[in-house]
């Protein structure tokens, strides 16, 4: 399959293109980190007049998948109508555009389009009740991708793994600060489902193959505390657990609004793709052995 990827130099971007290359043809939109990237890229601004048509008439893709996003929850509150354009408007455009030429698509949303006020876990089924712009503009997103193009798929995730800045996801900072001897807290009562980046990649082509449509929760098996998770980054690289430390999010001075209850059900996709999803533990045990074989240089190598 040919597969074009937007947003390849985020979290999800970089990592899907490297477990998409392995068996298919990646072409990567990007607006100007990658520079020697092992697979094509298009330089191109999304939101520039006639960029998404650009994009699709000169790549021709079989599948395109939408990872670029403002995903900055801080930075949506701070520039709503930038997180409007990124988040609902360009995602509707591609999903029309990916219809009328016959290109599958698939969209990439957030758990947190729940305000995290029910007990136990979030289906498919609840009704969303998002917290800020971000999660506004995410939920907006969903609708209007499915409203264009009843084929699409959109799902709703949470990962961790290796980022180009090395920054981008909570277990590269627990790991960062835990390794320069810094302590760390985490929330314990925020409860969220962690998948690795790179299962996330994997499940996403699967679902594109077996031309699953409509709304999934992609995300990790088990629930967790943020908390709980910075201690289990601890253990899985040796660190310090004592340097992790426990703390409400009720005392913390972010800008934008949090949920305390991001457990999803991933039982519609699982039963659908006919397989349990991976469980955290392998995931964990994949994210260190990438840092072992010097993953994240390798992927920090196709910048600047
Ligand atoms: N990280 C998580 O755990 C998480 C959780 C829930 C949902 N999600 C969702 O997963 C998706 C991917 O997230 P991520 O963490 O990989 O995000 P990310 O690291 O912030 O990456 C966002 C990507 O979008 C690109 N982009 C932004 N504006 C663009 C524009 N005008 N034209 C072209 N590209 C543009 C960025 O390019 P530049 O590098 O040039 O800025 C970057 O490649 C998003 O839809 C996000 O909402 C992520």
């Given at each position: 399959m040919k597969i074009l990827i937007t947003g390849v130099s985020g979290l999800l971007g970089v990592n899907?293109?490297?477990?998409?290359?392995?068996?298919?043809?990646?072409?990567?939109?990007?607006?100007?980190?990658?520079?020697?990237?092992?697979?094509?890229?298009?330089?191109?601004?999304?939101?520039?007049?006639?960029?998404?048509?650009?994009?699709?008439?000169?790549?021709?893709?079989?599948?395109?998948?939408?990872?670029?996003?403002?995903?900055?929850?801080?930075?949506?509150?701070?520039?709503?109508?930038?997180?409007?354009?990124?988040?609902?408007?360009?995602?509707?455009?591609?999903?029309?555009?990916?219809?009328?030429?016959?290109?599958?698509?698939?969209?990439?949303?957030?758990?947190?389009?729940?305000?995290?006020?029910?007990?136990?876990?979030?289906?498919?089924?609840?009704?969303?009740?998002?917290?800020?712009?971000?999660?506004?503009?995410?939920?907006?997103?969903?609708?209007?991708?499915?409203?264009?193009?009843?084929?699409?798929?959109?799902?709703?995730?949470?990962?961790?793994?290796?980022?180009?800045?090395?920054?981008?996801?909570?277990?590269?900072?627990?790991h960062h600060n835990l390794t320069h001897n810094k302590s760390m807290s985490g929330f314990t009562d925020v409860i969220f489902c962690p998948m690795l980046v790179n299962d996330t990649a994997r499940t996403l082509l699967k679902m594109l193959k077996n031309e699953l449509e409509g709304l999934y929760h992609l995300v990790g098996p088990q629930a967790m505390s943020k908390y709980q998770f910075g201690v289990e980054i601890a253990r899985k690289f040796s660190l310090k657990e004592s340097e992790v430390s426990p703390k409400s999010i009720l005392s913390s001075n972010l800008t934008a609004r949090r949920s305390h209850n991001l457990w999803l059900s991933v039982n519609k996709l699982s039963t659908d793709l006919g397989e349990s999803l991976p469980e955290f533990s392998t995931g964990l045990n994949e994210f260190f052995t990438q840092y072992q074989q010097g993953y994240p240089q390798k992927i920090r190598g196709y910048q600047l």
């Open positions: 899907l293109a490297q477990e998409a290359m392995i068996e298919n043809e990646v072409i990567g939109v990007d607006r100007g980190k990658l520079t020697s990237a092992p697979y094509n890229i298009l330089k191109l601004d999304l939101l520039n007049p006639g960029a998404v048509d650009s994009a699709l008439d000169s790549a021709r893709p079989n599948w395109l998948i939408n990872c670029a996003a403002l995903a900055d929850l801080d930075a949506c509150e701070n520039t709503p109508y930038l997180a409007r354009l990124m988040n609902t408007e360009l995602p509707a455009q591609l999903a029309k555009a990916c219809k009328t030429r016959g290109i599958l698509f698939a969209h990439i949303s957030t758990d947190a389009v729940f305000d995290g006020q029910k007990e136990g876990f979030y289906t498919e089924e609840d009704i969303p009740i998002p917290l800020g712009v971000y999660s506004q503009t995410k939920l907006a997103g969903e609708q209007a991708v499915l409203a264009e193009n009843q084929n699409a798929i959109v799902a709703r995730v949470n990962f961790y793994g290796w980022s180009l800045s090395g920054k981008r996801s909570l277990a590269e900072f627990f």
